[in-house]
């Protein structure tokens, strides 16, 4: 996810957990959203639609200040009769809380460890050093194994692979902590009950990153085809910076207790994390699918192609194909070119042709050994001033124009290593700002692209716009936009070689826009009853539906949406306390015959100018909900039956 002002990330989100899923009667271990079979007695699903519910005001400050859903979930039968359920929002945890270590003991939820997996220890309030925790979970998949081991559960095991971003604050309220402490990742242990679906926390195991050098910045997520969880490394620190300007000598003294000893070219990649039987958990880190600021990562279903979301200024669209299927560890590298006709207005429509340049092909043990043995100016010269020198290169990375050269001999190092320079370089259309989740809609072979905002490198005669890299619009959209990117296969890169996958987008088009208003009545500068700076995006095969969870400084409370992609309905399912951030998406359409989603939120109370006219207000109600703005949600939607109703 993004770090606006405002940089949170997930919720565990259950639907229809606590009753069965399936309506009129039929058996409670079969999921609505799986076919029934049967006559007349067991009608079959059909469609499923979400009622709106309205944005929470100051009338009832206390819906403003904590998780509010007031949504309902109407599913249709092959009867045609309706059943509806009213949505609810239940936590498994807040981060801070002590939760079960599954061996009779307990540990810090979302707690942060060094190197040597000893907890990292916020010493900045005398005689109150505590345990940091995140105020910032973010990716959440939610998965089975094969034969699991976990003993003492009453129902089945359901694992969570949780990981949290980063905490804004130390405890004394003063100091900023962003991109200073290694991010954690947890395996959750839940306990399903087969008799209505609802999920418990048994156990939490801190999965050891010690072996990938520590994680950075963990924001999306998603889940594998295969099952894995796939996680990220946005904002890859800059290794051509000052080590101060990026973080990295905090994030370095943190993990490994000396300040010089992190290497920026560890971070900025792939990790994945496999989940044990025994609801541990493994993690490997994959260098070789780009060093950029990985967010949200699809994989298609052939096991292969991945697209990317990456979340920068002068971002662009990245693809990497696998050598073989369920592997990322070998692939190629690929990023786009946009054509003529390229629009943030869904009511012009139009799409812009996309072409693919191959940036290289390589192995991760081998850009790990490039990463671990090759400095900056090994591979790239880069200078802040026109040289006046024919061997330069102009580009603009990372919202600056530099001028740069490739050293003899480096063009895989800087594919992988120093992938956004070297994309400029190539002439990739890297204009798109902060570009966020992206999902993958199997039936009509549509990817979906969220646009945090469309600003900066996006508009013509900004600085960071490159002429003629086909990413230009007139004026900025603060609020963004969900772009839908067909896919197809047969296709060949700009060198006229075949691109080995049958699910490359061809094309991008605006699917849903933000709508920038003058500030509001509460202080939103966006319309509250639209999407405004979309961040996780995913989407349900069964319900037809692409859920879309807001990282906004422009809403005072971000909202999760559900947005019909037949029936073009959009409705608001749960509002985020004020100054958070809706993250952690994940759709699942069935687990052991029942339906979940799962979302997170981050730093409730994290105050921008947008929230003069609430703070006073909402401010003592989100301490005393949140830790004192240290805690944040990891949690489900639940529902509740009502009657049904006649369609």
Known sequence: MSHTTTPTRRKALQFLAGVPLLPLGASASVSFLTACGGGNDNPSYVSASFTSMAAPSLANAAAMATTTVGSTLNIKLSDDSVRAYQLAYQPF??????VSDGKGGTVLSGGYYDIN??????ATVSGKERHYFSDAPDGTSLLTVANPTVTGLKGKAVFAVVQFEYTTWAQDGKTGMYGK???PIAVLTLDQDQATGKLSLVKYHNVDTSKVHGLWITCGASISPWGTHLSSEEYEPDAFAARSANFMDDFSKNLYGDATKANPYNYGHMPEVTVNPDGTGSIKKHFCMGRISHELVQVMPDNRTVLMGDDATNAGYFVFVADKE??????TLYVAKVGNGFSIDPKVGTAAPLTWIKMGSATSAEIEKLASTLKPTDIITVVKADPNDASYKKIVANGKTEWIKINPGMEKAAAFLETHRYAAYLDASMGFSKMEGTTVNIKDKVAYSALQNCRDSMVAGNASNVPGNGISIP????AGAVMALNLKGGIKDTAGAAINSEWMPVDTKPLLAGEDITADALGNTANPNNIANPDNLKFSEKM???????DSGQHVNNFLWAYNIDTKQLSRVMSIPAGGESTGLHAVDEINGWTYIMSNFQHAGDWGGIHNVVKAQLDPLINANYKNKSGAAVGYLTGTPTQPKLG
Do not use: C, H, Q, Y
């Open 117 to 122: 997996n000893k907890p990292i220890i916020d």
């Open 544 to 550: 037809r539906t692409l859920f879309i969870g807001e």
């Open 326 to 331: 369920k592997d990322l560890s070998s692939g």
């Open 475 to 478: 004026k900025a959209l603060n």
């Open 181 to 183: 402490l290694p991010s």
């Open 93 to 98: 945890f807040v981060t801070g809380d002590m």
